[in-house]
């Protein structure tokens, strides 16, 4: 345990990219009370797209990403069309199943179009190596990867609190029939939840990416998502600022524990799973709900 | 043609492919109570021309296989003796398709060889898998990834193309199926089993540390000739599976002694796999280390689940850079590799990498991290089984093969700009024929067992000289050793020593 400040920064630099995860989760929760599996490949669908012109096309980062988010703006608003629509009487079990069937759908095209190989998606440039903090390099994608999580978690904030159309998404989580009858615009609020969802996992895919060194079909789902549903769970899943909250200490557990259990791989997941039970056991209804169980 | 005959063979598949060929070159004492063949081979030097006869592979029904076809009009004495074998004993002076194989690989070098035919199999079984015409053969490689490897299905068949065009080998075509190994344990069991249901002649294994062992296991348990790239040492003792390449151990050991000896600078760490199929080639490495001034690795040492397992890297590499390690030996999938130096890279961690998985994934991938000219204090160094692919240095004695793949690739393929994958596969290949050109036209899979039972050895165009007669098993003592190397905006293997067996 020689070197907690390093892996301090760490687990914070990760914990911003569980914090984009975990903040689409709860949102799409927060809105439909379902869970979206889909979440994590839609962030690779984003990567791939991203790599497919930064990394096979030379094209500009910017230009890259742009395009990634847009495949993710598009399937966003395909899963609120096509998918959340059509459900909106059925279970909520039944649209948790619909989102896991997305995730395979994309699966299976990301395979088809980019293969199974893995590829290096570049990180994008500010123009230096990056920040030394506490012995601990945060090079650029740490930067926007942190940027990112505050913008997301702000701009989120101000948009459900402080405008009407906010209010008419929190009004239409808490009883959406109530919400349309006195004028909230359900499909505007749909399209919004999941299209949001789509471009927070798309950022958290294009930063994932160079953190993880290579992208492959699944990488997202494979292995973030999980640590993202962890974090929305410790957070209080639909609980937005609790998402934030959760994705740190999440990115702090794991890195304290890959740090103390360096040569045991898989223990780290492991005490994921043991905060997520004694987070349930404990405080069932997130970290920062009042009241305990 | 071929995107609708292979399945996507990607760079593992050539790899494996490769280590095939390395494998099949080595056999020599022989059996003296039992009765035995010997084979005369003559044919064509190393600089013989690309020409012959243009007949047109035949593509199989099979979208998997790439047949050599049955018509064969260029197959010259081929298959009349088939399946004649099994204690013939005398001078089988069989020619290798009436010497039209140009250019083939070193041929003198298989001259003579004298050898026992074993008894493992009778009747039919002897002569499964070759015909008259043909030799089915079988291969299990991660062709899923070959888009890593910048390989397309029809690039690796571009060797068989040419020689059955050329009129194949002991007077027969090659079909080649290739089954696709997924580069997991599980998968190459799945395919070497879809292997086992076309009742090859053989089964070839590519590179894979994680699925050759498991095969190993189902061509001992199932009976059937297997062929295969570098693994552990396993049991030391196996009747139906044999490769001419080092054991994982053996490389091991060798990087060490590379890595002291040309002074890359400690403090000394390791990231490897810690599976029984892998370890082998970290604990050699270690006790090296250990015994010579590298004790650091002990305390620097990380390790992951299997080949291709990426999750630990994040806290390994701020764990490696934190210490201070200036050299980093990596002991995984080349895939996983090619991660670890990429993540590295992005958390600004550029230390010197030794390695045994030195071909070309690394290079093309992220060659700017590991090449001369990178932040790190030493280039990469690599061992690995074929000679460096460098075909811009007339320097190397291999040049002249180099150039002669180069041009068969221009005529048959010449859409694609030939590299080291294909070049180990196109060395794998000959030396796979060199196996069958000792064996001769009356060749059955006794006889092929009996080769390597025998002590082969053989010296297969630029690749080591590999000796069965010590171990019938394993043929392979020798390795080359690479550094990378900036050369006109690209990284390339610069060889550094050729086929020692001491670095």
């Known amino acids: ?293 | 043609m071929y995107e609708s005959v292979i399945p996507k063979a990607g760079r593992r598949g050539v790899i494996a492919v490769v280590c095939l060929g390395v494998l099949v070159a080595a056999c020599g004492s022989s059996s003296p109570n039992a009765a035995s063949k010997t084979h005369q081979e003559t044919g064509p030097g190393p600089s013989g021309t690309v020409s012959g006869q243009a007949t047109s592979t035949t593509v199989s029904s099979s979208s998997t296989t790439q047949a050599g076809g049955g018509t064969s009009s260029a197959l010259a004495s081929g298959g009349s003796g088939v399946g004649s074998s099994g204690g013939t004993s005398g001078s089988n002076n069989a020619s290798s398709g009436g010497g039209s194989i140009a250019g083939g690989s070193g041929s003198g070098t298989v001259s003579g060889f004298h050898y026992t035919p074993t008894h493992l199999w009778s009747g039919a079984a002897e002569t499964q898998g070759i015909s008259a015409s043909t030799i089915t053969l079988c291969m299990h490689a991660a062709t899923v990834f070959g888009e890593a490897f910048n390989e397309r299905p029809q690039d690796l068949g571009v060797y068989w193309d040419w020689l059955n065009a050329n009129g194949g080998v002991i007077g027969r075509k090659v079909n080649m199926t290739i089954e696709d190994d997924e580069y997991t344990a599980q998968g190459a069991q799945v395919a070497a089993q879809e292997c086992e249901s076309l009742n090859p002649f053989l089964v070839l294994g590519g590179i894979g540390f994680d699925q050759d062992p498991v095969v190993r296991q189902l061509a001992e348990q199932d009976h059937f000739i297997y062929i295969y790239t570098m693994a552990d040492a396993g049991t030391g003792h196996y009747n139906y599976s044999f490769t001419s390449s080092p054991t994982i151990q053996q490389v091991g050991r060798w990087m060490g002694q590379a890595e002291l000896d040309r002074h890359y600078p400690g403090p000394y760490g390791a990231v490897y796999v810690n599976d029984s199929a892998w370890v082998g080639g970290y604990t050699t490495y270690k006790a090296w280390m250990d015994a010579h001034g590298g004790k650091s690795v002990d305390q620097n040492s990380y390790t992951t689940n299997s080949g291709g397992d990426t999750s630990g890297f994040q806290a390994y590499i701020t764990e490696l850079k934190v210490a201070g390690v200036k050299t980093v030996y990596l002991w995984m999938n080349a895939l996983a590799m090619d991660a670890f130096v990429e993540q590295a890279a992005n958390q600004g961690y550029y230390p010197a990498y030794v390695t045994p998985d030195g071909f070309n994934l690394v290079t093309q991938t992220v060659g700017k991290d590991i090449d001369n000219q990178s932040p790190a204090p030493k280039p990469t160094l690599a061992g690995w089984i074929t000679p460096a692919f460098d075909p811009n240095n007339p320097n190397v004695a291999w040049w002249p093969e180099e150039q002669q793949m180069i041009n068969v690739y221009k005529q048959y393929d010449a859409g694609h700009s030939p590299d080291d994958i294909d070049w180990m596969t196109w060395l794998a290949f000959e030396q796979v024929t060199d196996l069958f050109k000792t064996c001769g036209n009356s060749c059955t899979r006794d006889d092929i067992v009996g080769i390597f039972h025998s002590g082969w050895k053989v010296t297969t165009g630029p690749l080591c000289p590999v000796d069965f007669s010590a171990n019938p098993n394993f043929g392979g003592s020798l390795i080359n050793l690479f550094s990378a190397y900036r050369e006109n905006g690209a990284t390339v293997w610069r060889q550094q020593a050729t086929c020692q067996s001491s670095l």
């Open chain 1, 1 to 293: 345990m020689g070197h907690i400040p390093q892996f301090t920064v760490l687990g914070l630099a990760n914990g911003t990219i569980y914090a984009l995860i975990a903040l689409g989760l709860s949102l799409v929760y927060k809105a439909t009370r379902a869970i979206n599996f889909a979440q994590g490949e839609v962030g690779t669908l984003a990567a791939f797209i991203a790599w497919e012109l930064i990394g096979r096309h030379h094209q500009n980062w910017v230009v890259g990403a742009a395009a990634g988010l847009a495949a993710a703006v598009v399937v966003g608003y395909v899963m609120h069309r096509f998918v959340a629509t059509p459900m909106r009487e059925a279970s909520r079990v039944s649209l948790t199943i619909a989102t896991l069937g997305v995730a395979f759908t994309l699966y299976g095209f990301e395979a088809k179009v980019f293969g199974a190989s893995p590829e290096v998606l570049p990180p994008p440039s500010l123009g230096f190596q990056g920040v030394s903090v506490a012995g601990f390099l945060l090079t650029p994608v740490y930067i926007y990867a942190i940027a990112a999580a505050v913008i997301a978690s702000a701009t989120l904030g101000v948009v459900l609190r402080r405008t009407r159309f906010g209010l008419g998404v929190l009004a239409s989580a808490q009883d959406s029939d109530t919400a349309r009858l006195l004028g909230v615009p359900a499909a505007k609020v749909s399209a919004f939840t999941w299209v949001g969802a789509a471009v927070l996992a798309g950022v958290a895919g294009l930063l994932a990416g160079p953190t993880q060194g290579v992208i492959y079909p699944f990488f997202m789902s494979g292995t973030l998502l999980f640590r993202g549903l962890v974090a929305a769970l410790v957070g209080g899943f639909g609980d937005l600022p609790g998402a934030v909250y959760g994705g740190l200490i999440v990115g702090l557990v794991e890195a304290y524990s890959i740090e103390a259990f360096v040569h045991y791989p898989g223990l780290p997941e492991v005490i994921l799973m043991a905060l997520v039970l004694g987070v349930l056991l404990v405080r069932p209804r997130g970290i920062l709900a009042r009241g305990a169980a």
